[in-house]
């Protein structure tokens, strides 16, 4: 239903799951995304998702040194990819996502309807 759209998560003030820093975005849309189809990642901290058991559920993981590299990687890889889309909630985020030509949605606009 998904196939095509490649999703990448923040996850410190992203994800519900953040520990010190926990954001407004359910960790269980990964699951729920995954099982729709996306190819489903994560662009940040891995640890909250290593400790709450998700990382099984990530297609992809890229570490932030420099996040525009990470998701240009990303889509590289991807490539079959149709709409990449990065969920964060900083304007370093933001300027990630612009720069690796993703759309941006911020974490607080994010929605995930019937899981």
């Not at 729920?32 to 190819?39: D, V």
């Not at 891995?46 to 590299?69: C, I, Q, S, W």
């Amino acid at each position: 239903m998904l196939d095509g759209l490649v999703i990448a998560f923040d996850c410190d003030g992203t994800l519900d799951i953040s520990g010190a820093d926990p954001g407004p975005v359910e960790a269980k849309a990964i699951v729920h995304l995954r099982a729709l189809g996306a190819t489903v990642g994560i662009c940040g901290n891995t640890e909250p998702l290593r400790a709450n058991g998700y990382m099984n559920h990530l297609d992809f993981v890229t570490m932030h040194v420099n996040k525009a590299n990470s998701l240009m990687m990303t889509a590289d890889k991807y490539h079959e990819g149709r709409m990449y889309i990065f969920v964060g909630n900083t304007e370093d985020d933001r300027a990630a996502a612009n720069e690796a030509g993703w759309i941006f949605i911020d974490a607080r606009d994010f929605r995930l309807r019937g899981f």
